[in-house]
């Protein structure tokens, strides 16, 4: 075995190539050439002398040699970044760098704030915020930490409760003037809504009353988005009315460009999470901006304590 060929730089291509099922994607990652990531794996294995992936055109599957590799580099990878940050924390210097992926509505409308806000607080950190709507998984990925409204089913990953998300029923002045104002549950029907399509179940809208009676009633609209942005738009154009997060729509609700109807009436509160990847949770930055966001996430509007 040629042991000189077994480099920390060949084991994070091996490690992430596995992870990612391809090498355009971590050359990507990595900031270096495809055919640098293909030597990388190819000396890996000289050294070694057993096959770690098997490739062809069109994908990267992983040897049962290179899937016991797999789990020990991990491990030991994990363990020199363990060992990295506690080294900076001994001289008093927080630094490197953190992933954190967020909803894309919740980032742009509130997480962005508390990642500027982090990053005031700890100059030497750098973080790769992404926002996207998709359930990556992390891993696969190289997050750090997932911000997450809704319910999950990431077993293998931690999970920290944030809080709850309040929802309201909203429209614009200019639609309710045009179609009325709805007083009771039974007239929502008549309506236009603004569905989102990516919400489960967003054809029904399920309110408590004030007796606290649930009520499900039918819920429609000409108009579905995929986006919370977009269905902020449409709201305050008067495209219809809807449920909607009151962190998304509070300025307009203060302005008056938009009206809270039926406010004796509540919608179930979406919890909010913090999904770590176990690997990544002893990190000191990384405990450091889990710590950031439980102390923040209670003061953005209409998000009670979990």
Not at 214 to 221: I, K, L, R, S, Y
Request: hydrophobic fraction near 40%; charge should be positive; include cysteine.
């Amino acid at each position: 075995m040629d042991k000189s060929n077994i480099s920390l730089e060949r084991l994070r291509s091996f490690v992430r190539v596995v992870e990612r099922g391809g090498l355009s994607a971590v050359a990507r990652e990595l900031g270096i050439g495809q055919s640098t990531v293909t030597r990388h794996l190819r000396e890996l294995e000289e050294a070694l002398g057993v096959p770690l992936l098997s490739r062809t055109t069109r994908r990267v599957t992983v040897t049962e040699e290179g899937r016991r590799y797999y789990t020990r580099c991990v491990q030991i990878l994990r363990l020199l970044d363990q060992a990295a940050a506690e080294a900076r924390s001994a001289r008093g210097a927080e630094a490197g760098t953190i992933r954190l992926s967020c909803s894309a509505a919740f980032g742009v409308r509130q997480a962005s704030r508390l990642v500027f806000a982090f990053q005031d607080r700890y100059p030497d950190i750098d973080v790769d915020f992404n926002l996207t709507d998709e359930r990556i998984d992390l891993v696969r990925e190289g997050v750090d930490l997932a911000l997450r409204l809704g319910p999950l089913n990431d077993s293998n990953l931690k999970l920290r409760p944030l809080g709850r998300s309040q929802r309201l029923l909203v429209a614009s002045p200019e639609y309710l003037a045009l179609h009325g104002t709805p007083t009771s549950i039974e007239a929502l029907s008549r309506h236009q809504g603004v569905r989102m399509t990516n919400v489960a179940g967003s054809d029904t809208l399920t309110l408590q009353g004030p007796d606290g009676r649930q009520h499900a009633v039918p819920f429609g609209g000409r108009l579905r988005v995929d986006h919370g942005l977009a269905a902020r738009e449409a709201f305050a154009a008067g495209r219809g009315l809807g449920p909607v997060h009151h962190w998304l729509v509070g300025d307009l609700l203060a302005s008056g460009r938009l009206v809270r109807i039926l406010p004796d009436y509540t919608l179930p509160p979406v919890p909010i999470n913090l999904l770590i990847v176990p690997e990544r949770a002893g990190i000191a930055r990384v405990r450091l901006l889990i710590d950031f966001l439980v102390e923040k996430i209670k003061d953005i509007p209409g998000m009670e304590q979990a």
